[in-house]
């Protein structure tokens, strides 16, 4: 890599140079657009120097040109563009108050044999698609020692912007790939040596400490979608339903809460 070219200043926020950044609060255009065109977008200098450090390739750089000293030792010979926060603001539809933003090269996608073949314990996600909830589940995933995550096809993309925001870019850092077709993939998971873990509020589930040393060796956890939960059918596919106990009469916790209270479970020494 070379050093950061000088900033190229714009005043326009219909400039085409800065097209990768319009109208970021559409989520269905930015949803229809990012995955095929390649590119997701990282919001806040921290994130972009996690998904730098990942080894994702950077195509630009938006910043406040007040805030270039935050970008001026990057090492990547990415064009950086430096607006007005009107300016800033025009173009993506929201407030950046983070001051920085980056367009970046997409990954080819991994496969699930490959996700498999490198965790000992993991996440499975159905139809989660809200972007907080999974931005929240992979950086819980991270931090609590979970290896890799597994999504349906009916998952909300990590590589949203706020996925990657909320997870403070750890979604850069968890392997991750999509199970299709599903529920049937969840037996290629069975295959690799897992434990399939159902967590549902079922009233004949298994409180999760409960676990054998055996069912603890190599879990995989499903994750259902906030409200509805898991379907019936990744229940019928799992080997055992688990629960985490409520108390006060409270039936259920957040999805992202619950992914939490349950990775540190899975993954606390005994």
Not at 5 to 21: F, K, L
Not at 141 to 161: E, H, I, K, N, Q
């Amino acid at each position: 890599m070379g050093g950061v070219p000088d900033p190229v200043a714009v005043t326009d926020p219909d400039d085409e140079r800065i097209a990768d950044y319009r109208a970021l609060t559409d989520l269905e255009l930015r949803t229809r657009w990012e995955p095929p065109s390649g590119l997701f977008i990282a919001e806040g200098e921290l994130v972009l120097r996690r998904a730098l450090r990942a080894g994702y390739r950077m195509r630009s750089v938006l910043v406040d040109e007040k805030r270039l000293r935050q970008v001026k030792d990057l090492g990547d010979d990415a064009p950086v563009y430096a607006a007005s926060q009107a300016v800033m603001d025009a173009v993506t539809g929201f407030h950046v108050h983070r001051g920085v933003l980056a367009s970046f090269h997409r990954k080819p996608l991994l496969d699930p044999g490959d996700v498999l073949a490198g965790a000992r314990r993991i996440a499975i996600l159905e139809d989660v698609n809200n972007h907080t909830n999974i931005g929240a589940i992979f950086r819980g995933a991270a931090a609590l020692g979970m290896d890799a995550v597994l999504l349906s096809p009916t998952c909300a993309d990590p590589l949203y912007r706020r996925s990657v925001r909320v997870s403070m870019g750890e979604v850069f850092a968890v392997p991750y790939a999509t199970l299709d077709p599903w529920p049937a993939g969840l037996e290629q998971v069975r295959r690799a040596g897992f434990t399939l873990l159902a967590m549902t509020p079922a009233p004949d589930a298994l409180p999760i400490q409960r676990l054998t040393a055996k069912e603890r060796e190599r879990p995989a956890l499903l994750l259902g979608a906030e409200g509805a939960g898991l379907t019936r059918e990744a229940i019928a596919a799992s080997d055992q339903a688990v629960v985490i106990p409520m108390h006060a009469g409270v039936d259920s916790l957040n999805v992202a809460a619950a992914a939490a209270v349950a990775f540190w479970e899975l993954c606390r020494e005994t």
